[in-house]
């Protein structure tokens, strides 16, 4: 099985590509959206600010290459900023229109708490992920022990559509949505293949899942 990262200029490749090579799936970096489609699923990664994001998207015609992926329930998975994109917009410097997959909006976190106590922004570290549901290609029998994951963003998704969110973190006096599923649409906010153990058995399962066919 052919896992496909897509470039467009705005992401940490090399850990990702790395991860998915130690699980034992051959691996695809590329621009060009034909060699994308043809692989068997791809992952959306990113670092940086949403609009510079979606301007390489565009720029380089990706953002199409995304919607037909959507489309043809092809399993993309988001990660960090790549989770983000997938959403209706972002208020990071202005607001910006996103890819319009999930419903929600991309703010900054206040960095004030109801209590009216300051907590640091970005939200940096090691947080527990709680599920509100497991999707097929979750398997809770595996998931033993410890439920950490590595976070490192200071934009969240807000006003989502609860049946899609699939695990969650609390930060501040919110609720951070960790993973989201829409069809054959993922997105995790946290770095898994910087999350130790849990963390790669998350991208594990969703590799796993798509080899069996149930992310869709």
């Known amino acids: 099985m052919k896992i ?15 991860a998915i090579k130690r699980l034992g799936y051959e691996v695809l970096v590329s621009a060009d959206k034909e060699e994308l489609f043809a692989t068997d699923a791809l992952i959306l990664p990113g670092v940086g600010a949403f609009k510079d994001a979606m301007k390489r998207l565009q720029e380089t015609n990706l953002d199409s290459l995304i919607n037909e992926v959507e489309k043809s329930n092809k399993p993309l998975l988001g990660i960090c900023l790549g989770m983000q994109l997938l ?3 972002s208020t990071e410097n202005g607001n910006g ?3 319009g997959i999930f419903k929600g909006e991309i703010e900054r976190f206040a960095g004030i708490n109801d209590d009216g106590i300051a907590y640091r922004v970005p939200h940096m570290g ?3 992920l709680q599920f509100a549901q497991h999707p097929e290609w979750l398997q809770e029998n595996e998931m033993t022990g410890d439920h950490f994951v590595y976070f490192v963003h200071s934009y969240f998704a807000t006003n989502i559509d609860q049946a899609e969110l699939v695990a969650f973190a609390h930060y501040g006096n919110e609720q951070v949505p960790g993973i989201v599923q829409k069809g054959s649409i993922t997105g995790m906010q946290f770095h898994p293949e910087k999350s130790s153990e849990f963390g790669v058995l998350l991208l594990k399962q969703w590799l796993d899942g798509v080899k069996k066919g149930v992310v869709v």
């Open 126 to 128: 090691w947080n527990e």
């Open 97 to 99: 229109k996103g890819l």
């Open 87 to 89: 959403f209706q917009g």
């Open 4 to 18: 496909g990262i897509i470039d467009y200029g705005m992401g940490n490749l090399f850990s990702v590509e790395q």
